[in-house]
């Protein structure tokens, strides 16, 4: 963008069929059968004891919980076990939420009955089923202060097998599991203009990695 705007002031014009005026892109349709939208989990550090607390009191008030212990979680059992919840979640916003000092893997399901003021605002009734959003709106913006993306105690993860390890070698104090976001409520969320927090979805397949030159000089 910077060296089509020198070219622009160096020609004094805007030259339409100019190379610098074109940027390559990659555009694939969500509706091809073999996209895949799946989703960051959020693994927790560096927060003291009272930041913790204040956590769990956000979550236990606007969330039932359904916890289990974690010992003997793997890749592939913490894996079925999200799926399974996933798929059974029926239109109820769901989070997963590993507290690794407490040894305890919650099922996490907004409730249905909150007290007038308990969510914040949205632009549009959507959100109110976007996992993504509620859980920065809700919980962690308001527990953690700042701006989503810009929390340094929030890393974003998308392997269950590399949160599973800071988790055992006691980096992660808290993660929470996300659910990949409903197709269907992206694009609608999309449509209206609606901005995401970071790292609502992440797509697969991915291009592989390379390096494409454009030409920037001459007419296209």
């Not at 190379?19 to 895949?36: N, T, Y």
């Not at 701006?147 to 992660?172: F, H, R, W």
């Amino acid at each position: 963008m910077a060296y089509r705007d020198n070219v622009r002031k160096r020609e004094k014009v805007k030259l339409d069929s100019q190379g610098s005026e074109f940027v390559l892109m990659c555009l694939i349709d969500v509706e091809d059968p073999g996209m895949q939208l799946h989703g960051f989990h959020r693994a927790l550090s560096g927060l003291t004891n009272d930041k913790l607390s204040v956590l769990q009191e956000q979550v236990y008030g606007l969330f039932t919980v359904e916890s289990r212990p974690l010992g003997g979680q793997n890749v592939e059992t913490l894996g079925a076990f999200l799926k399974e919840a996933w798929e059974n979640r029926a239109g109820n916003p769901t989070l997963g939420l590993i507290e690794p000092e407490e040894g305890r893997l919650s099922l996490l399901t907004l409730r249905r009955k909150l007290p007038p003021g308990s969510l914040p605002f949205a632009p549009t009734p959507d959100l109110y089923q976007c996992e993504p959003w509620l859980l920065h709106q809700a919980v962690l913006d308001p527990v953690l202060g700042g701006t989503s993306g810009d929390q340094p105690e929030v890393e974003y993860v998308a392997e269950l097998d590399v949160l599973l390890k800071s988790i055992a070698d006691g980096t992660c104090q808290a993660a929470f599991l996300v659910p990949p976001l409903d197709m269907a409520l992206f694009e609608s969320l999309v449509r209206v203009g609606q901005r995401l927090p970071p790292k609502s979805t992440f797509f697969l397949p991915k291009l592989p990695t390379g390096l494409v030159m454009n030409l920037l000089t001459g007419d296209i």
